[in-house]
């Protein structure tokens, strides 16, 4: 079993960037597929990126491709998210998951969840 702790949410204006971070519990962290996944008021959660265990395949989204960036520490128990490019669109509450079952852009895939943290993009 793993916890996830997101961390670095917080208000950006348009064309800003924010870097969150999720970190995990357990010395298992690098046999976990790991994604990003957000939901904004009155929607369903919707994938945004993931990573492989080994850190060598990534997925996007295609709303966010070319301005967010997945990357992770295994020595750290610790994936990223990078956010460029900041859109009020992006405004939605991200969640970092984790999963055994290989990588995946499914959200019924990932076994474990964070508990969110907030991002506003406005000016």
């Known amino acids: 079993q793993v916890q996830l702790v997101e961390s670095g949410g917080g208000l950006a204006q348009p064309g800003g960037s924010l870097r969150l971070s999720c970190a995990a519990s357990g010395r298992t962290f690098g046999n976990y597929a790991m994604g990003w996944f957000r939901q904004a008021p009155g929607k369903e959660r919707e994938f945004v990126a993931a990573i492989s265990g080994g850190g060598r395949t990534t997925y996007y989204a295609n709303s966010v491709k070319g301005r967010f960036t997945i990357s992770r520490d295994n020595a750290k128990s610790t994936v990223y998210l990078q956010m460029n490019s900041l859109k009020p669109e992006d405004t939605a509450v991200y969640y970092c998951?984790?999963?055994?079952?290989?990588?995946?852009?499914?959200?019924?895939?990932?076994?474990?969840w964070g508990q969110g943290t907030q991002v506003t993009v406005s000016s």
């Open positions: 998951a984790a999963t055994l079952r290989g990588l995946s852009y499914h959200v019924n895939e990932y076994e474990y």
